[in-house]
């Protein structure tokens, strides 16, 4: 079974505008964390927005917001007002314990097209 | 500046030939590890390490080889045994401070091997 599943392989946005890209993830580990990553067509990954289990609150990072439904095991990443820059590959990825293992699951990735 | 060194960045890989590919960092990471990229996927983990001297294999490792003799490095062997070694290769470092709290893994910028 998928650990990490992005459901929309592309999507298209237009500048200015939110878009919310879909991350269902996959444990029976209480504890866990949640990771966004953005990838630019560079190849170079950059971190953005990071959500715990037991993390009573949604995570924000600037125009990055996480709406975590935890019961419905969802991580969807919010990205407000587009830019151009904003186009790029983005990762849904999950840290679980066990073995002090912490390397990183991620999921296929949505292409993201912000239009101007 | 702190940062994770990938080298090189092009590869060419003859048949029956061994290559190493480098990663270096200077944060102080304990752990460092080795991903792979096929296009348009995400990320597979290869092998991990924790500790010097100690690694991990991860859910790809066959064809494949790492040592960490010290702290800042974590070269990855490809070896012939590994039939189909095109893609992106991508080294990533973190701190090991328990198992909540952010810890992002930091990413170098990657290197594209391909089979001559």
């Given at each position: 079974a998928q650990k990490i599943t992005q459901t929309q392989p592309g999507m298209f946005v237009q500048e200015k505008e939110a878009v919310t890209l879909d991350c269902t993830y996959d444990t029976s580990d209480p504890s866990y964390g949640l990771f966004w990553y953005k990838q630019p067509s560079s190849g170079e990954m950059i971190f953005l927005i990071y959500q715990g289990s037991y993390d009573q609150q949604n995570a924000t990072e600037g125009r990055y917001s996480l709406n975590f439904q935890k019961a419905r095991k969802s991580a969807n990443l919010v990205i407000s007002?587009?830019?151009?820059?904003?186009s790029a590959m983005y990762f849904c990825a999950m840290r679980e314990p066990g073995a002090g293992r912490r390397a990183l699951t991620f999921g296929s990735g949505t292409r993201l097209q912000v239009q101007p | 500046d702190g940062g994770i060194t990938q080298s090189p960045k092009y590869l060419f890989r003859k048949e029956g030939q061994n290559v190493t590919l480098s990663c270096e960092q200077?944060?102080?990471?304990?752990a460092m590890y080795w991903y792979r990229q096929d296009p348009g996927q995400g990320l597979r983990l290869i092998y991990y390490s924790q500790i010097v001297n100690d690694f991990q294999k991860g859910d790809i490792a066959e064809g494949y080889s790492v040592s960490r003799e010290k702290k800042e490095s974590f070269p990855l062997t490809v070896t012939?045994?590994?039939?189909?070694?095109?893609a992106f290769y991508l080294c990533a470092s973190s701190l090991l401070i328990?198992?909540?709290?952010?810890q992002p893994q930091h990413f170098g910028d990657g290197t594209r091997l391909s089979i001559l």
């Open positions: 007002a587009s830019q151009l820059g904003d | 200077n944060l102080n990471h304990d012939s045994a590994q039939k189909n070694p095109t328990g198992d909540r709290g952010p």
